[in-house]
């Protein structure tokens, strides 16, 4: 079984930056996919960032340029950093990670950008 354990979320004023962490119970470099996944009050869940195996990164437009999607192997940890946070960007944080057939999800982390 595996478990993801999201961290790093909280209240930020817009323009402010938060880091996300995502601690995993087994080696990630077992996992072919990670993703941050954000859902906001009334709204469905929306993929944020992912990063394969190799290293590859691909983000959603409302986050490109400012978000960074990352994993530390040896951590077993996948990070976001985020950057000019922006009030749309308010929602619970969620980390993903596919080892297939398996799709495994972490409780997710509050982030609330106000001022």
């Known amino acids: 079984q595996v478990q993801l354990v999201e961290s790093g979320g909280g209240l930020v004023q817009p323009g402010g930056s938060l880091r996300l962490s995502c601690a995993a119970s087994r080696n990630i470099f077992s996992f072919s996919l990670m993703r941050w996944y954000r859902q906001a009050p009334g709204k469905q869940r929306e993929f944020v960032a992912g990063?394969?195996?190799?290293?590859?990164?691909n983000y959603a437009d409302s986050v490109k340029g400012r978000f960074a999607i990352s994993r530390e192997n040896a951590k077993n940890t996948l990070y976001l950093q985020m950057n000019s946070l922006k009030p749309e960007d308010t929602a619970v944080y969620y980390c993903?990670?596919?080892?297939?057939?398996?799709?495994?999800w972490g409780q997710g982390t509050q982030v609330t950008v106000s001022s």
């Open positions: 990063i394969t195996t190799t290293g590859s990164t």
């Open positions: 993903n990670a596919v080892l297939l057939p398996n799709n495994y």
